[in-house]
């Protein structure tokens, strides 16, 4: 993968997986699927400028279509702006 450094307050994510199949086994069309809301912190702008110090590695909530999203590898990124973080989730 290229390497994505974001600007300013903003993170790169990589999306979590979603289920494509309800729990019956039907296969849902992606046009029918949830967009997912939960990633993992790949790369971080300027830490200066965000209010919340998020690193990489940090397992994430955001806001539901927020972000760029970016195809890379196969794997689905998004570059977020840090307001759209909503929370990070603590194992």
Do not use: C, W
Request: zero cysteines; proline letters at 3%; a negative charge.
């Amino acid at each position: 993968m290229r390497k994505i450094e974001p600007l300013g307050n903003r993170v790169l994510v990589k999306v979590a997986e979603h289920e494509n199949t309800t729990a019956s086994g039907l296969v849902l069309p992606e046009t029918a699927q949830e967009k997912p809301q939960e990633g993992i912190v790949e790369a971080v702008g300027n830490v200066e400028e965000m209010l919340v110090k998020l690193k990489v590695g940090d397992r994430i909530l955001f806001a539901k279509y927020s972000g760029v999203e970016i195809k890379e590898d196969g794997q689905t990124y998004l570059v977020l702006n840090e307001d759209d973080v909503i929370a990070r989730v603590l194992d």
